[in-house]
Nanobody
Framework: QVQLVESGGGLVQAGGSLRLSCAASGSIFSINTMGWYRQAPGKQRELVAAITSGGSTNYADSVKGRFTISRDNAKNTVYLQMNSLKPEDTAVYYC???????????????WGQGTQVTVSS
C-alpha cells in the first residue's frame, strides 16, 4: 500500500502564492507520473499539473504561467508552486501518483486525502 500525505493548503488573497507538497511512502519500488488534481464545489475533478519520472510536465491551460510542478525523486515528493492565485483556483487539491511495489508488478494509482485551497477576492 502507498500513502500520500499532502500539506501546504490554506487561505490566501488573490494575487498571493501557496506551495503544496505531497510525500509518498509505503510499498514503493518505482513511481512514474505524479500529479495534482483539483475539485471545486459542484464541478468535476480536473488535472492541474503532472510530471513524469523524467521531468516532463503537463499543465491545464488555466494555470500555465502561474503554477509550477516539480518533484524530488529521492524523497518521493511532488510539489506545486502556485503564484498569482485567483478566486477561481479555490478547490480541494488532490495529489495522485502511479507507482509499483516491485519490479514487474502492476502499476496502481493512489490518491491523497486532499488539501483545501481558498483564494479570496
Amino acid at each position: 500500500q502507498v500513502q500520500l500525505v499532502e500539506s501546504g493548503g490554506g487561505l490566501v488573497q488573490a494575487g498571493g502564492s501557496l506551495r503544496l507538497s505531497c510525500a509518498a511512502s509505503g510499498s514503493i519500488f518505482s513511481i512514474n507520473t505524479m500529479g495534482w488534481y483539483r475539485q471545486a464545489p459542484g464541478k468535476q475533478r480536473e488535472l492541474v499539473a503532472a510530471i513524469t519520472s523524467g521531468g516532463s510536465t503537463n499543465y491545464a491551460d488555466s494555470v500555465k504561467g502561474r503554477f509550477t510542478i516539480s518533484r524530488d525523486n529521492a524523497k518521493n515528493t511532488v510539489y506545486l508552486q502556485m503564484n498569482s492565485l485567483k478566486p477561481e483556483d479555490t478547490a480541494v487539491y488532490y495529489c495522485n501518483t502511479e507507482s509499483q511495489r516491485e519490479a514487474g508488478a502492476p502499476w496502481y494509482d493512489y490518491w491523497g486525502q486532499g488539501t483545501q485551497v481558498t483564494v479570496s477576492s
